[in-house]
């Protein structure tokens, strides 16, 4: 008889754009909108360091239906107390035409201190993103599956480009968002590690070295986390919809899901070279899911959409059980519709206006709800 899998919980975070609804420009909050969901969310709403962006983070769900479920009253509570301050809400990797000279800095002791450390890259980090937490009760299996998953990093990162704008200019890229945030240290691909003792060897050195305060400093797009039990995913630009952001955490929950179940039964998945997977990312931000990616196996290029279907058929077998079908099939949609990025770049490319295109990011981010 088949193992029943473990519950992989979930947590959701999200980072919002604050936008004045007359010049589309970003717009300080004042802490206003935080205040006011804290008396009815608590911890669920954060400040971040610059005053424009507000972040959001679901309560540890079972499945991706109670993620959906909270991350629309989030949205919706965000929304209701940005219309009261007279501000919308948006969601992208990036504002199309904000500079980040304008963006106050929330005054608080731990953004001063990382903009102290790491000056203009931090005051110029004005980008906005989704992570992912996955639950793994045994840390040493959730290392292994960190080591497994980061191969599929760039397949999930195509999937969520939405950052194709950056100070008023098309970057060419489909997300810009990763490039600003290369400019920070201990950022990009997660190294790998063969056990938990030396991923915990690695951190402590780093903290009694001073290079950094907390272990939370470590900012890969995968990272073991240093105080929960998870794996976090924190590759992905914030998403347009709610559909469009549970799609990749639900693609995220089975990706983890399947590489336990290869894991428990001794089957491990390849572990490839790092230097071969930023190959793979760079297409990710470059070309989104209209490129090509390298299949290592193969070593031939292979058309992104294409990799993203041999994805769904490796998930397959455990979706069901997952209870995840109907958030992991809105995939179609985004591959025949297009992601954020390239609903951004129709808009520009139909009115060659940005504030029309801060409209239609405005407008999706209430899709659904």
Same mark, same amino acid.
């Given at each position: 008889?088949?193992?029943?899998?473990?519950?992989?919980?979930?947590?959701?975070?999200?980072?919002?754009?604050?936008?004045? &609804?007359?010049?589309?420009?970003?717009?300080?909050?004042?802490?206003?909108? #935080?205040?006011?969901?804290?008396?009815?969310?608590?911890?669920?709403?954060?400040?971040?360091?610059?005053?424009?962006?507000?972040?959001?983070?679901?309560?540890?769900?079972?499945?991706?239906?109670?993620?959906?479920?909270?991350?629309?009253?989030?949205?919706?509570? $965000?929304?209701?107390?940005?219309?009261?301050?007279?501000?919308?809400?948006?969601?992208?990797?990036?504002?199309?035409?904000?500079?980040?000279?304008?963006?106050?800095?929330?005054?608080?002791?731990?953004?001063?201190?990382?903009?102290?450390?790491?000056?203009?890259?931090?005051?110029?980090?004005? %980008?906005?993103?989704?992570?992912?937490? #996955?639950?793994?009760?045994?840390?040493? $299996?959730?290392?292994?599956?960190?080591?497994?998953?980061?191969?599929?990093?760039?397949?999930?990162?195509?999937?969520?480009?939405?950052?194709?704008?950056?100070?008023?200019?098309?970057?060419?890229?489909?997300?810009?968002?990763?490039?600003?945030?290369?400019?920070?240290?201990?950022?990009?691909?997660?190294?790998?590690?063969?056990?938990?003792?030396?991923?915990?060897?690695?951190?402590?050195?780093?903290?009694?070295? =001073?290079? %950094?305060?907390?272990?939370?400093? *470590?900012?890969?797009?995968?990272?073991?986390? &240093?105080?929960?039990?998870?794996?976090?995913?924190?590759?992905?630009?914030?998403?347009?919809?709610?559909?469009?952001?549970?799609?990749?955490?639900?693609?995220?929950?089975?990706?983890?899901?399947?590489?336990?179940?290869?894991?428990?039964?001794?089957?491990?998945?390849? $572990?490839?070279?790092?230097?071969?997977?930023?190959?793979?990312?760079?297409?990710?931000?470059?070309?989104?899911?209209?490129?090509?990616? *390298?299949?290592?196996?193969?070593?031939?290029?292979?058309?992104?959409?294409?990799?993203?279907?041999?994805?769904?058929?490796?998930?397959?077998?455990?979706?069901?059980?997952?209870?995840?079908?109907?958030?992991?099939?809105?995939?179609?949609?985004?591959?025949?519709? =297009?992601?954020?990025?390239?609903?951004?770049?129709?808009?520009?490319?139909?009115?060659?206006?940005?504030?029309? #295109?801060?409209?239609? $990011?405005?407008?999706?981010?209430?899709?659904?709800?």
């Amino acid at each position: 008889m088949q193992k029943k899998l473990p519950i992989f919980t979930l947590g959701v975070e999200e980072e919002y754009q604050i936008i004045d &609804p007359d010049t589309r420009d970003l717009r300080s909050h004042l802490s206003k909108i #935080v205040d006011g969901a804290k008396v009815t969310l608590n911890e669920q709403v954060k400040a971040e360091m610059h005053q424009s962006v507000v972040e959001v983070g679901t309560m540890i769900c079972n499945n991706v239906k109670e993620a959906k479920c909270e991350i629309k009253i989030l949205r919706s509570k $965000i929304v209701e107390l940005a219309h009261k301050q007279g501000l919308v809400v948006g969601g992208a990797g990036t504002h199309p035409f904000s500079r980040w000279q304008d963006q106050p800095i929330t005054d608080d002791p731990r953004y001063h201190h990382i903009v102290n450390e790491l000056q203009d890259a931090a005051r110029s980090n004005l %980008i906005f993103g989704m992570h992912c937490h #996955v639950g793994i009760e045994n840390r040493e $299996i959730g290392l292994q599956l960190m080591n497994q998953a980061t191969y599929f990093l760039p397949h999930i990162f195509a999937l969520s480009t939405n950052s194709p704008f950056w100070e008023g200019r098309n970057t060419g890229y489909k997300s810009f968002r990763t490039k600003v945030f290369d400019k920070f240290p201990r950022t990009g691909l997660p190294e790998y590690f063969d056990s938990v003792q030396s991923y915990d060897n690695y951190l402590d050195t780093l903290v009694k070295t =001073g290079c %950094i305060d907390n272990p939370k400093k *470590i900012w890969w797009d995968l990272r073991l986390h &240093p105080f929960y039990n998870t794996i976090e995913f924190r590759i992905t630009d914030m998403s347009l919809t709610v559909d469009e952001a549970m799609c990749i955490v639900a693609i995220i929950q089975a990706i983890v899901a399947k590489l336990y179940k290869l894991t428990i039964s001794n089957t491990s998945f390849n $572990i490839y070279r790092l230097a071969l997977i930023k190959e793979n990312k760079f297409r990710a931000a470059r070309y989104g899911i209209d490129g090509k990616m *390298i299949d290592f196996g193969l070593k031939e290029e292979v058309e992104t959409k294409l990799l993203l279907h041999e994805l769904l058929e490796f998930v397959d077998d455990v979706v069901d059980e997952l209870g995840s079908r109907d958030e992991i099939n809105y995939i179609h949609t985004i591959l025949n519709e =297009g992601t954020g990025a390239d609903k951004q770049l129709r808009v520009f490319e139909q009115t060659h206006d940005l504030s029309k #295109v801060v409209d239609m $990011i405005t407008n999706e981010f209430t899709k659904g709800l």
